[in-house]
């Protein structure tokens, strides 16, 4: 018997890339591929479509979760998943996201060449809105499916043009009726995420492969100031209730009260919305996102803490209110699944670099249901959720290749 990493093709899985990255190209090389959108749903039909010869079974689920199902010999027994997510940042990449989808059928293709099936059953997935660009939090799918959150919860959250997630995954399932609707979650053996790094340090260390040993703590926030409308040429500045001016003073003040001189501290605004966004009106409501992570989860719960007080205070003479999207602490990944990982690239002859994933991803939620973990490969210059995000065929293939047989291990033999 031959091990599923000899049969990975490097050719064919970065194929695989540059044809999924059409639906949602954008000109400067990059994808536009919303959650939800009808780019999403082009790719998820190229996915069927590309799997047909491998005898999958599709299925999704009420939180809007693709999943494509490899049979094990034992149908009933809980099945090893392996996935990511397939959509995009607005001026995203081609392998965020999309490689650990990618890489976990060619796995599967492997599997099959090698002559192999496995115990259980191993099921690629596509989970929903990972990103969070067009309806905020991020994670919706795994969220739900693991039970981190309510899916009611999340179908009433729009997009920015009124659009909400319970019409577009009504508007997902209308468009795959022919794939069969199973129960929101279901037991797992185990999960197993591969992904670019969206950092730097396997590129300057030279290695193709990185064992995830956790997920850095993240948590996000809604920042909403209330003023009033007013004629910019006639409403004497002393009087104004500016709510852009306010806002900006609070996403200043929350800067420098967040300084943090060893650079670990992350605190991001990502986006700004003013009404009504006028030239010659002063601003009525401006609402804005932070985004804040720290690996440290005391320190992070303090800070976050912190926000809606200090936002208050920066933000007079308007109104402020603070809502809080999400929460997660930072874990660490069980040390068995890390040694599998770490083991099977030895095997293999790749060196390995144990280290943390400082981005949030779908593993966050599957730790809370069973064994995870995570594989990274390179990206150059560690740059994503950018047009420019670039990777090598050689890295793809590496990660695949450890992939490939870490499932065939969890999977049973």
């Not at 950092?199 to 193709?208: A, D, K, T, V």
């Not at 209730?241 to 929350?254: F, H, N, P, V």
């Not at 007079?316 to 999207?325: H, K, Y």
């Not at 660490?332 to 280290?355: S, V, Y």
Request: net charge negative; proline share 5%.
């Amino acid at each position: 018997m031959t091990r599923p990493s000899t049969h990975v093709d490097a050719a064919r899985l970065w194929q695989s890339h540059l044809s999924l990255a059409r639906h949602g190209a954008t000109a400067a090389g990059g994808v536009n591929r919303q959650a939800l959108s009808d780019e999403e749903i082009a790719a998820r039909r190229e996915l069927i479509a590309a799997t047909r010869d491998l005898g999958l079974a599709a299925f999704t689920d009420a939180a809007g979760n693709f999943f494509l199902r490899m049979d094990g010999r034992e149908a009933d027994a809980p099945p090893v998943l392996t996935g990511s997510h397939i959509d995009s940042q607005p001026t995203g990449g081609r392998f965020d996201g999309a490689y650990g989808v990618l890489a976990g059928i060619e796995a599967i293709r492997a599997l099959r060449a090698s002559g192999i099936t496995p115990r259980r059953p191993i099921e690629v997935v596509a989970w929903m809105n990972e990103e969070g660009s067009r309806f905020a939090p991020g994670m919706m799918g795994s969220a739900a499916f693991a039970g981190a959150a309510e899916l009611s919860a999340f179908l009433t959250v729009t997009d920015a043009s009124g659009v909400s997630v319970g019409d577009e995954l009504a508007r997902m399932q209308k468009a795959f009726r022919d794939v069969p609707l199973r129960p929101l979650g279901q037991p797992v053996a185990a999960y197993v995420e591969a992904h670019i790094e969206q950092g730097p340090l396997l590129e300057q260390e030279g290695f193709s492969v990185g064992v995830v040993t956790g997920i850095q703590g993240k948590r996000t926030f809604r920042v909403t100031v209330s003023g009033e409308e007013a004629h910019a040429g006639t409403t004497p500045l002393r009087g104004r209730r500016d709510a852009l001016l306010a806002a900006t003073a609070i996403i200043q003040g929350l800067s420098r009260a967040f300084t943090d001189p060893d650079d670990i501290l992350k605190f991001t605004v990502g986006r700004i919305e003013v009404q009504p966004n006028a030239p010659s009106v002063v601003a009525a409501r401006a609402v804005f996102s932070i985004d804040l992570r720290h690996p440290d989860s005391a320190r992070l719960r303090s800070l976050g803490d912190d926000i809606a007080g200090l936002s208050i205070d920066y933000g007079r003479p308007c109104e402020v209110t603070v809502r809080e999207l999400s929460c997660a602490m930072s874990l660490e990944f069980p040390q068995p699944i890390r040694d599998l990982i770490r083991g099977r690239a030895t095997d293999i002859g790749i060196r390995t670099l144990d280290l943390p994933s400082a981005a949030g991803h779908d593993a966050r939620f599957l730790h809370g249901v069973c064994p995870s973990g995570m594989i990274f490969v390179p990206c150059k210059g560690g740059i994503s959720h950018n047009e420019a995000e670039s990777a090598t065929a050689s890295d793809l293939a590496d990660g695949a290749r450890v992939l490939a047989d870490v499932l065939l291990d969890l999977a049973g033999n």
